[in-house]
């Protein structure tokens, strides 16, 4: 298995070590991807053996728009009944305590959505999903959201969050915990109309209508580097295209199924760099070199690679980041387009 791992940026905190047979199933399940840039999770390989880091705070939001109080409560109850029905089902079983935090939290009336924070604890089947997620470009979070919401739109999902929140939040359920001991919890947060809505902080106009997929500390961090000039930000919406190179084509139609929205977003990134005469053999593709190790041309997809930006357009000489907010096998592929404008500033910043 061919990991390099030396162009991560950031801190990460290993929770877990492979036997063998699991470093050779995660071998299998990566084989033939170079994957240079993974904050926060990823497989990698050193001289040690081949463990797997999990820092996972996998941002997940419904497009909803604001959303009631009576409606937003109604959610709640039936994420609880949910929750407690489901309990002997994997992997709603791995769940040990559910929070809800934010602006239905603080009592507004007409909160934005209802934001929740699961608390899990994972076990050997969860590692062995989580790796084939990370091999494919799924959220490995979406079986807990799916069970939890039945499809229902309103709720902005946070996993084992709890540690790193700077804000307070309000417990509604935990492991051992009866229904009706979480339904009266519910109905404790009163409504408050002094509350209002969260404001959007952050916010820069090529975010409108895209922050919703991104974490506060994401728009932050982009800001900030807006701001003080180190960056240039751009957006546009990447056109669907063919790819004439039968390197980059290859690359593509290996790493993903033509039905996936990761091999659309991909394919669109590799035709307008085609388009603008970019040879694609010089793309950095969503965590993989196209071809070589000389890739001023950098692309990632709803911010999994976000935190290797600054390291990505400066350490290694990049010149642009084209980052597709939302991948998806329909809708308009929305792009930001990062370009460094003072390395040497771009270099002083973390966005971990």
Avoid at 22 to 28: D, G, H, K, T, Y
Avoid at 115 to 121: A, K, R
Avoid at 166 to 179: G, P, V
Avoid at 194 to 223: C, H, T
């Amino acid at each position: 298995m061919h990991i390099r791992a030396g162009r991560i940026a950031g801190d990460r905190r290993m929770i877990a070590s492979f036997t063998p047979e699991a470093a050779l199933a995660s071998e299998a399940a990566c084989a033939g991807r170079n994957v240079r840039c993974t904050p926060g999770q990823g497989i990698h390989q050193s001289r040690e053996g081949t463990f797997l880091e999990v820092v996972a705070c996998w941002h997940v939001t419904d497009d909803t728009g604001v959303v009631k109080r009576e409606r937003a409560a109604l959610l709640l109850g039936h994420v609880l009944r949910a929750l407690d029905d489901r309990q002997d089902d994997w992997p709603v079983s791995l769940v040990t305590g559910l929070y809800v935090f934010g602006s239905f939290a603080r009592g507004a009336v007409e909160p934005h959505d209802v934001d929740l924070n699961v608390e899990f604890e994972g076990d050997e089947r969860w590692m062995g999903h989580f790796i084939s997620c990370l091999s494919y470009g799924r959220d490995p979070h979406s079986p807990i959201r799916r069970m939890l919401t039945d499809g229902k739109r309103g709720c902005q999902f946070q996993f084992n969050f709890l540690d790193r929140a700077d804000f307070d939040m309000t417990l509604l359920w935990r492991r051992a915990d009866t229904l009706q001991t979480a339904l009266e919890r519910l109905n404790a947060i009163q409504a408050d109309p002094a509350a209002g809505r969260a404001s959007r902080d952050a916010m820069l106009p090529q975010f409108e209508g895209l922050d919703r997929w991104m974490p506060l500390a994401y728009r932050e961090a982009i800001s900030g580097a807006v701001s003080n000039g180190a960056v240039t930000l751009e957006r546009c919406i990447l056109q669907d295209g063919t790819i004439s190179s039968t390197t980059a084509l290859d690359h593509v139609s290996y790493r993903w199924k033509r039905t996936s929205p990761l091999y659309r977003a991909a394919s669109a990134v590799v035709a307008d760099w085609e388009r603008r005469g970019i040879d694609p053999c010089q793309g950095h593709l969503h965590g993989s070199d196209i071809r070589g190790r000389e890739t001023p041309y950098f692309a990632g997809f709803g911010l999994r690679y976000f935190t290797s930006v600054p390291a990505c357009l400066t350490e290694f000489g990049g010149v642009e980041w084209l980052e597709i907010i939302r991948p998806t096998r329909t809708g308009h592929l929305d792009t930001l387009r990062i370009l460094p404008s003072n390395r040497k500033l771009l270099a002083r910043v973390s966005w971990s």
